[in-house]
């Protein structure tokens, strides 16, 4: 995957397109964006297939394709994953008043709501 965004150097563009939501496209984004995670992208993606087997249901695999395209949609915009990560350190830091949490919290939706809308179902 090449980027308009690593090639202009613009860092308000996302690194890269918003995959497909199926498996293969959203392991290809994994690997270019976080290949850290691509193990647990692997055991997760056999976790939800013996599920969806175990279970006749088709729901874990929608669920999971579901919950790493989210992740894609956070992670190829860095100032978003960046936001992300700051406002979770908030909430788990016991120092943090409420109303510093509850602004991180009230961030941490914006954050995932904003990514959930980018994918194409």
């Not at 090449?2 to 690194?15: D, F, M, N, V």
């Not at 087997?53 to 915009?77: D, M, N, P, Y």
């Amino acid at each position: 995957m090449t980027t308009q965004a690593a090639e202009s150097g613009a860092s308000r563009a996302p690194l890269i397109p918003q995959p497909a939501l199926t498996r293969e496209a959203l392991r290809e984004a994994v690997r270019y964006i976080k290949p850290l995670n691509l193990s647990q992208y692997d055991r997760e993606l056999g976790e939800a297939f013996d599920q969806a087997v175990r279970t006749e249901s088709i729901g874990w695999t929608q669920g999971f394709l579901i919950k790493w395209a989210t992740f894609i949609a956070v992670e190829r915009w860095p100032e978003r994953a960046a936001d992300l990560r700051a406002a979770e350190q908030v909430t788990a830091d016991p120092s943090a008043s409420e109303e510093q949490i509850r602004e991180a919290q009230t961030r941490i939706s914006r954050i995932l709501a904003d990514a959930e809308r980018e994918i194409e179902r």
